[in-house]
């Protein structure tokens, strides 16, 4: 509890009082938890967990073991057909998929200060959102995977595709505090964990100051969580 007030404290200075409000309230709530499938060292689920916890939703959470290969079972692939994390459920709804699970959390639970609002701003926020299923999954999440779980990954190529990526992001980020807009998105939410942990694949973090300066904001938001670190070497 302490150290949700010392976030919020520190990270409201980049939300608006509407959004002040809605970081700590919810318009509209879940009449049961969310169930939340997940593998707690998933970057795509660290984002779903991260924006669930900024909304402050009730949520069960339900580890799937991607190395037993719990997510090709019968019963997972009646949840998503692909095969993959995360997938929520709440009441009838069942939904894979973490960019559009963010895009639905926010506006079915009354965050649409998540969400840009005008034209231009929500065609930035889908491009980020391509970013983060294209070059931030084929650099840096890619690398993560060959150096963490020892997955069959072409490590130059990888790193190749991360510092290309990285060195856009970086500039994109001298001249504005958020990837769209002048306020937190759920751009921002999909694009983090994957950069965060990027040394975990290999990829410094040091030639990105503001990269490095981005993250630290995320990680003053109200009620910010963490994925769990992996070693670095
Ligand atoms: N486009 C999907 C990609 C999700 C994804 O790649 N999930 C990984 C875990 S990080 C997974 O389930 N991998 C298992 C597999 O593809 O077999 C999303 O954004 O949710």
Redo the contacts with the bound molecule.
């Keep these: 509890m302490l150290w949700h007030l010392f976030h919020f404290t520190r990270g409201a200075q980049w939300l608006t009082p509407q959004r002040k409000h809605n970081a700590m309230t919810s318009a509209n709530r879940p009449s049961q938890p969310i169930k939340f499938h997940r593998?707690a060292l998933?970057?795509?689920?660290h984002r779903v967990e991260l924006l669930l916890s900024l909304l402050d939703l009730p949520v069960e959470t339900i580890e799937v073991n991607?190395a037993s290969g719990a997510?090709?079972t019968p019963g997972f692939l009646a949840l998503n057909p692909?095969?993959?994390?995360?997938v929520i459920q709440d009441g009838d709804l069942t939904l894979?998929?973490?960019?559009a699970?963010l895009i639905y959390l926010a506006t079915q639970y009354g965050a649409e200060q998540w969400l840009p609002r005008s034209a231009v701003e929500a065609a930035q926020q889908q491009r980020w959102f391509s970013v983060?299923?294209g070059p931030l999954?084929a650099g840096p999440?890619a690398a993560r995977r060959g150096k963490v779980f020892n997955g069959p990954v072409d490590m130059t190529n990888a790193q190749k595709q991360s510092h290309a990526l990285f060195a856009v992001m970086d500039a994109h980020l001298r001249s504005q505090n958020w990837l769209v807009g002048t306020t937190v998105t759920l751009a921002d939410l999909a694009n983090y964990a994957y950069t965060a942990h990027a040394p975990e694949g290999g990829v410094s973090l040091a030639d990105y100051p503001h990269i490095r300066a981005w993250l630290a904001r995320i990680e003053a938001l109200p009620r910010f969580v963490p994925m769990f670190a992996s070693p670095v070497h």
């Design positions: 593998f998933s970057g795509h689920c991607l997510h090709k692909f095969g993959q994390l995360p894979a998929d973490s960019n699970i983060a299923a999954t999440a």
